[in-house]
């Protein structure tokens, strides 16, 4: 049995992320003596699967704390010294749901996943003599209420103050001026649950701001709960006649994030990415600090984290977590690492191990602010044009073909130094490189490419790659 993704369990609720599934998943990661918190976006459905979640949980054993609707960044935080359990589909249609574990701030790794898909199979195999994990009845755990937004909210302030201080001596400063003071921001909540939190957060820090879609409806009825260039359109047209410094954009639980200058422009992910790892590995003490990225992240982050005096290393797309976790593992005393992101996903590691949105849209603020505007932000980023294009492989023939490449691909491309740790990653002298790798979840091999010259590239490896799968079929 396989239920979890690289962001937990999602799907349909009429199908797939059902209360009956919620309650066994509960039964599965219930344990006697164990605290979990509980807590839910804004979906219709988060209610139902709460409660059956809640009482898997407590009929194994467990006591629960329900926070009810937070961010996914406001439970992780809250699961700090116990564990967490969040019932959202992030930035997927409102049908869907979905459940995501952490322990101690960070979410279940594989090791923890596969136990709980383990303990389902087994309950579901009728030759097994196994029972669901029920606790007998007087042990059966307790629940309790609590509110965690204010705690969130008031750690989030103090991190930023912390990491970005006004220096004295800064003449744009008025007295008295706090982080972000003199910024002037719009946030798209989407209907999701960054109403409840960036928009407090940014104007505590003292910035200027304009809150759009702030109200939590499960039916997102604004826009769709991902946001993309497409789904921001009437964002980007609010933002158009350059009243704002900056705009920023959550999905439905708020782990995710998009940045648009005062024009409406979607800033690309990855130069957000690199700039912020440029940030932390610059302001570090550490003799060593390294960020933690993913093979389809762009080399320009390679560029401004080597520049600042730190190296990049990837992990598998969403195990972030298990990458700072090896990291720290191989590294010494001098080693640190002080950033960890995916696009649009980023773990500020000094503040916490889980994907926090409300902290990225904070932090990008204070550097927007720092430099002055967003074309000054992103000046030393070299963006070169990049591609992301898919090609049709039956998910059997999956396997084979990327075994066939991890040969292939590199003979194709000989001056390119290769890796093939999480697909094919191929890097290029002048930084430009390409990365094939098969989708998690539809019948594609994905490409992805960066460079001054990236039709020509993506069309070499596509040729390469439609070859290998006709050979492998």
């Not at 209360?19 to 976006?41: C, I, K, N, S």
């Not at 459905?45 to 629960?64: F, I, K, N, Q, R």
């Not at 490409?447 to 010259?453: G, P, R």
Request: charged letters at 25%; a negative charge.
């Amino acid at each position: 049995m396989t239920l979890f993704g690289t962001a937990g369990i999602r799907g349909p609720v009429e199908t797939r992320v059902t209360p009956a599934l919620a309650l066994a998943v509960g039964q599965a990661a219930g344990e006697p003596g164990e605290t979990f918190v509980v807590g839910r976006d804004g979906r219709e459905t988060g209610p139902a699967l709460a409660a059956a979640m809640e009482a898997g949980l407590e009929s194994a054993g467990s006591d629960v704390v329900r926070v009810g609707q937070v961010p996914t960044p406001a439970l992780a935080y809250a699961s700090q010294g116990r564990r967490g359990v969040m019932l959202t589909a992030s930035h997927n249609p409102p049908a869907d749901n979905g459940i995501k574990l952490f322990v101690d701030g960070v979410e279940y790794d594989r090791h923890a996943e596969r136990r709980i898909e383990d303990a389902l199979e087994s309950a579901r195999d009728p030759t097994s003599t196994s029972e669901p994990s029920v606790a007998p009845w007087d042990e059966w755990g307790r629940s309790e209420r609590l509110s965690v937004l204010d705690a969130y909210r008031d750690a989030v302030v103090d991190y930023l103050r912390r990491q970005f201080p006004v220096s004295g001596d800064d003449s744009s400063a008025p007295a008295g001026a706090d982080v972000l003071s003199g910024l002037s921001v719009a946030v798209d909540c989407g209907n999701g649950m960054g109403a409840l939190a960036t928009p407090q957060v940014l104007e505590r820090l003292g910035a200027e701001v304009v809150a759009l879609n702030a109200n939590v409806d499960g039916y997102f009825s604004a826009r769709a709960s991902k946001p993309t260039p497409e789904t921001l359109t009437d964002f980007t047209a609010f933002l158009a006649d350059g009243s704002f410094d900056l705009g920023l954009a959550h999905d439905g639980d708020a782990d995710r994030l998009v940045v648009l200058g005062p024009d409406g422009e979607v800033i690309h992910e990855d130069t957000i990415l690199a700039v912020v790892a440029a940030h932390y590995t610059r302001t570090s003490d550490a003799a060593d600090p390294v960020v933690v990225t993913t093979p389809n992240a762009s080399a320009r982050i390679d560029e401004l984290v080597r520049d600042a005096g730190g190296r990049v290393e990837r992990v598998r797309l969403g195990a972030l977590h298990e990458g700072i976790a090896r990291e720290r593992e191989r590294g010494g005393e001098d080693t640190a690492v002080v950033f960890a992101a995916e696009p649009w996903k980023h773990v500020h590691t000094a503040f916490g191990g889980w994907i926090d949105g409300v902290v990225s849209a904070a932090a990008v603020a204070a550097l927007t602010r720092a430099a002055g505007d967003t074309d000054a932000l992103r000046e030393p980023v070299t963006e070169r044009p990049y591609r992301k294009v898919s090609v049709e492989c039956p998910d059997e023939a999956k396997g084979d073909a990327m075994v066939v490449l991890e040969t292939a691909l590199p003979e194709a491309f000989p001056d390119a130094e290769g890796d093939t740790d999480y697909g094919v990653r191929l890097e290029f002298p002048d930084a430009s490189w390409v990365l094939v790798r098969p989708s998690g979840t539809e019948p594609y091999v994905r490409i992805y490419a960066e460079s001054d010259e990236v039709d020509r590239l993506v069309d070499a490896a596509r040729d390469v790659l439609e070859e290998t799968i006709t050979r492998v079929r």
